[in-house]
C-alpha cells in the first residue's frame, strides 16, 4: 500500500479583518524554511449587494493569480531557475493590462487608473508594437516614447459617441500617459522584474509638463446668485454649495455619514473625513454658513448626508443651474473646492492655513490660488485706467 504524503502548499490566501470592515487579503508564504507575508493591498468588502458579490468575486481571482505567480517563482527558484532574467522577459503591454485589471479590482471604478492604462497600453503598442518586453525598457525606449507621445493622435479608450477628432495629444493628456508609464516602472521594480529605473536617466526638461490651465472658481457675487436660483435637484444645490464653503470633492461629499460630523469642546461643528484621494484621514471646520447647507436629518447617524446621482450626470445639473443663474463659466462640481480656496484667500485668511483646510501636501498648490487672486487685483485696478481722460 502507496502512503500518500500530503505536501505543504507554499503559499495561501489569507484575510485579516479591519476595523471598517473589509477584509484585507494577504498570502502566507512558505520558502526554503522561511516564512512570511504579502500584502496585496487587496480588499474584500461586506456583500450588501449582488455587485458587491461580483466585486469580491473579481478581487479573489485576481489574488488567486497572484498566488499561482508565487507559486511558479519559489518552484523556479528550488528547481535553479533565476527568476530575475526570466522576469524581465515579461511582456510590457500585458503587465500593464494586469495592472489595470488590478486597480479595477481594487476601487471598482473603471474611471480611475483603469481607463488611463487600457490607453497607455494603446500608445505603447502604436510606438513599437505589442512585443515589446521590460528587457528592452531603457533610456532610448523612453525618450523614443516622449518623442512619439508628441505627435500621437488622440484618441479615446471608451467607445465614445462623440465624433472622432483627428488631432495630436494635449499636453496635459502627454503628462498624464508619461506620469502613469513611470508609475507602472515603479510597480515593475517593486515586483523585481527590473532592478534600474530607466527613466532616472531622462532630463527633466525632456519629460511632458503639464500645461497651466484655468482653475475656474466662482466669486462671492455668484455664489449668492447660485443661492438665490432654484435647481431642480435641491441635494445637488445643497451639497455643491457645501463644498464651496468646505473645499471637498465630488468623491467625498458623496460619501459623507451624518457620524462625520462632531463638536469639539467649544460647541464648534467638524467633518471627519478619510479623503478618497490622498487616503489619509482629514477634520475639516465647518462654519455655520456651511451648516445651512445640510439637508434636513431624518436618517440614523450611519445613513448617507447627501445622495447624490454619478458625476458625469451631476455636472450637467450644474451648468443648467448656472445657465440659469445667468453665469457663463463652464462649471463642474470640482469648481467647487477651487471655489473654497479662492474665498478663503479673498477674505485674507494666511495661505498656510488656506492649504490645511484643503488638506494640501505642498504649499505650492496653494500658491497656485493665490496667483489667481493676484490677477484678479491687477484685472481690477486697471479698471480704473482711463476713467479720468
Known sequence: MVTQVKVKEPVRIRTKKLANGNESIYLDVYSEGNRGYEFLKLYLIPEKSRADKEANRKTLELANAIKAKRIVEIQN?????????????MNLIQYVLFLAD????????????????????????????????????????????????????????????????????????????????????????????IAVNPLDKIDNTDKPKPEDGQREFLTIEEIKKLMATPCKDMMLKQSFLFCCLVGLRYSD?????????????????????????????????????????????????????????????????????CTDAGIKKKISFHCSRHTA???????????????????????????????IIDENKKAAVHKQDGIFD
Not at 489619509?280 to 445613513?303: T, V, Y
Request: without cysteine.
Open 341 to 371: 480656496a479662492t474665498l478663503n484667500l479673498s477674505l485674507g485668511v494666511p495661505i498656510e492655513t488656506v492649504s490645511k483646510l484643503l488638506g494640501h501636501t505642498k504649499i505650492s498648490t496653494t500658491q497656485i490660488y493665490a496667483k
Open 77 to 89: 527558484n528550488e528547481h535553479g531557475f533565476k527568476t530575475a532574467s526570466t522576469r524581465s522577459k
Open 102 to 193: 488590478e486597480q479595477l479590482a481594487k476601487s471598482g471604478n473603471k474611471r480611475s487608473y483603469y481607463y488611463t492604462l487600457h490607453s497607455l497600453a494603446k500608445h505603447l503598442e502604436a510606438y513599437r508594437g505589442d512585443k515589446i518586453t521590460f528587457a528592452k525598457v531603457d533610456a532610448d525606449y523612453v525618450k523614443g516614447f516622449i518623442a512619439y507621445l508628441r505627435t500621437a493622435t488622440n484618441f479615446n479608450y471608451e467607445n465614445s459617441k462623440k465624433p472622432f477628432k483627428d488631432e495630436v495629444l494635449s499636453q496635459n493628456t502627454q503628462h498624464n500617459l508619461y506620469k502613469k508609464f513611470a508609475w507602472v516602472i515603479r510597480k515593475a521594480i517593486q515586483a523585481d522584474i
Open 253 to 321: 461629499v458623496k460619501k459623507i455619514r451624518w457620524s462625520d460630523f462632531y463638536q469639539d469642546s467649544e460647541g464648534e461643528t467638524h467633518l471627519r473625513l478619510r479623503i478618497t484621494k490622498t487616503k489619509r484621514p482629514e477634520d475639516f471646520p465647518i462654519s455655520k454658513e456651511s451648516l445651512k447647507w445640510l439637508p434636513d436629518r431624518a436618517g440614523a447617524d450611519d445613513e448617507l448626508v447627501y445622495i447624490l446621482s454619478k458625476n458625469d450626470n451631476s455636472n450637467k445639473k450644474l451648468q443648467r443651474w
